[in-house]
Structure formats: C-alpha cells, structure tokens
C-alpha cells in the first residue's frame, strides 16, 4: 500500500510562481491546494488539514502572517514555510516568532526548497510521534503542550517551531544522558540548511527562557563542555 501524500497549502499571488510550484510540487508527489489570497487561504484551512502550509506574505488582501496565525491556532502539527520577497530581519524574526519552521527568501532554488519542505515534514512526524496524548509535561517552570506546539512560563503561552519541539524530545528521550552537537544536528537539521554547532547553542537558549527560572544558571538543561546538553527532569 503506497503512503498517503502529503498535503500541501500553497499561499501565493503570484501566478507565474504558484502554477510552477504547484506542477512542480505535484510532481513530487504531494497533494497541492494553491491559493491567492488571504481570504481563499483561510476558507481552505477551515475546510481541510494539511500536513505544511508554504506561505507567501505579501498577499493582495492581507498578509500571510495572519494566514499562519490561523494555521498554528487550528491545525498546530502541520509545519509553515515562509516563501517571500519580504527579507529584511525584522519580518524573518517575526515569522519564525510565529512558529514557522523555515522562512526562503525569494529568489529561491527549486531543489533547495523541496529538500526544505521533505525536512519540516520529516520533522513534523518526529515530533508528532511522541504525542500520546493532551497531557501537558512539566519541564521546569514550564508546561510543555506538544500536541498544541504551546509551551506555559511566567504566565505567558510561547509557540514553539517544530525545530524545537524536535530538539526538546530528543533531549527527554535521551534523559540524564550527554547529548552531543553533532547528534543534535543530525536527528534536528539536515545538512542543506547549513546548520552548525552555534545553531544548537542558540535553540537550547530559546529553550532555556521557557524552561529555567534562571536562564543564566541553567537547572534543567545543562551544558557539558567540549560535548553537548544533558536534560534533567523528574
């Protein structure tokens, strides 16, 4: 029995982008809706689920950052890539705020943005495979919801990117054991985005706001130097 496709909501205005990602992506065999705007975006998102939604910003009727507002508040599991012309750091500082897994500026590479979207989808299973429930986990100061991507400190909800969900379960499946960098990179990241060990260092900081009461004394995820983290949890 073939596996099911992967579903796809394709946000872009446009044409000439969204008729060669839509032939291209189907091609790859995932199930591609391609809408052009805010509006047709949102009512495909009420209508059906999706496994990754691949959203431009600049729409004619809003911005493709309420479109992934909605997808993170009603269908939390599926991965969102910005695809845009919007490149200034402000705007990728804000999408990846938001919860997007990845943000390519336009002009992009087709290869290199497919190998992008198999990765978040990758990633989406992995994270999606140790939900057994909607049981919240307490992980320091922290209420971790994995099946809403939430996490609950200091009376504030954080969403969390798939990258960091990812990174969060590895480290708890993995518990009271030495976690290196370099097996970090490999079970989180894939080599085409370029990531490094100053990537993890980074994540585990974003982490450690949520988690620690002191983020510079770190109680619950520690570093062992020269190697990697270690999570202590009871």
């Known amino acids: 029995m073939s596996e099911k496709k992967a579903k796809i ?78 490149t200034s750091p402000d705007d990728r500082v804000h999408g990846l705020e938001l919860g997007a897994e990845d943000y390519i500026p336009k002009p992009f590479h087709l290869k290199e943005l497919i190998l992008r979207i198999q990765n978040a989808l990758k990633r989406a299973k992995y994270v999606s495979e140790a939900i057994d429930d909607d049981a919240p986990l307490t992980i320091g100061q922290a209420s971790f919801h994995f099946s809403k991507f939430e996490a609950t400190s200091g009376g504030k909800i954080h969403s969390l990117t798939h990258k960091e969900a990812a990174l969060l379960k590895l480290l708890l499946e993995r518990k009271g054991a030495v976690v290196s960098r370099d ?28 988690i620690e009461k002191d983020p510079e004394n770190p109680q619950v995820i520690k570093s062992v130097r020269g190697v990697g983290y270690q999570i202590h949890v009871v």
Request: charge should be negative; hydrophobic fraction near 40%.
């Open 183 to 210: 097996e970090i990179l490999n079970h989180v990241w894939s080599e085409d985005e370029f990531p490094s060990s100053r990537t993890v260092d980074n994540f585990i900081l974003r982490l450690r706001r949520i």
């Open 9 to 86: 909501l394709l946000v872009e205005d446009e044409k000439n982008v969204g008729s060669t990602l839509t032939e291209r992506l189907n091609r790859e065999n995932y199930e591609v809706t391609w809408s052009q705007t805010k509006e047709d975006a949102l009512l495909q998102l009420s209508q059906r689920k999706f496994n990754l939604f691949l959203l431009d910003i600049g729409l004619p009727d809003g911005s493709g950052f309420d479109v992934a507002k909605e997808c993170r508040k009603t269908q939390p599991s599926a991965a969102v890539v910005f695809l845009t012309a919007f």
